[in-house]
């Protein structure tokens, strides 16, 4: 296990240009609960029930609810040694991309600067008809006050993060493809690369010939595509592999 951790460090260490995509499970360690694991977040809701533009057109008090309930989680979370390593890691590496599907803002508080959040963020609201954005941490929507709504045009307000059957932002998607296409390292972590476009980006890495390092709890798609696969916490294991 020594010699791969070794080898990995010092793959990462001659990269020119790093590529990171990360999911949910790089959250987990700092209580964020992921999607798909046991005591992920789609266990008590389906996906299909909130995290969609038709669930917020039939009951948009129960999906503001929701993100209102996983925004406190987020509040509470603090960033874990895995978000710290990720910090480490750019500010060492000659070229970094971070891409990241999470909404939790941990990257950012983190202090990583170059982020790419393809599916936005659970703490910007954006106006239904101009589109405003505005940053927002309300994290109680039980009372029966009126909704958020956009301070420029008075129409209702979303959060501005991009939903099952949305397309995901113009700028951000032709980043990641670009990114994706030019690295020489990917690393995916803590994702069970399910969700698209995203599960393509280390794929196209991999076929344009980068090495593709995975560290996720379980096993995924990706794992028999991966060069190196680490099984664990991203907590643990990638503190060892930017040789913290
Ligand atoms: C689009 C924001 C088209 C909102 C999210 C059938 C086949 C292929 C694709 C589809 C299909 N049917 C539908 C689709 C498309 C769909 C999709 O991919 N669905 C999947 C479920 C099959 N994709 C879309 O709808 C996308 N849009 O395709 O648009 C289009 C184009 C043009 C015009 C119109 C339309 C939009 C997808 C974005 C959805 N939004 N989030 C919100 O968060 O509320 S996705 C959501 O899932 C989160 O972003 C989350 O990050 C993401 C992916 O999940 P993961 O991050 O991987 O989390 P998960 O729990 O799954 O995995 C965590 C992993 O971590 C686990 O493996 C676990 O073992 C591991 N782990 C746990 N603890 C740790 C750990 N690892 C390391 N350390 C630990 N400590
Ligand atoms: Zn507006």
Known sequence: MHDKHRHVREIIGKAKHIAVLTGAGISAESGVPTFRSEDGLWKNFSASE????????????????????????????????????????????KAFHLITQNIDNLHRRAGNANIIEIHGNAFRNRCTSCRYLFSDDTCDFEKPEPLPVCPECGSPARVDVVWFGEPLPQRELETSLDVAAH???????????????????????????????EINLEQTELTWQADFSFLGKAGEILPKLIGL
């Open 50 to 93: 909130l995290a969609t533009p038709e669930a917020f057109i039939e009951n948009p008090r129960r999906v503001w609810q929701w993100y209102g309930w996983r925004r406190g989680e987020m509040l509470k979370a603090e960033p874990n040694s895995g978000h710290l390593a990720l910090v480490e890691l750019e500010k060492r590496a």
């Open 183 to 213: 690295c020489d390292v990917f690393l995916s972590i803590g994702t069970s690369a399910n969700v698209y476009p995203a599960a393509h980006f280390p794929i196209m890495a991999k076929k344009q010939g980068a090495i593709l390092i």
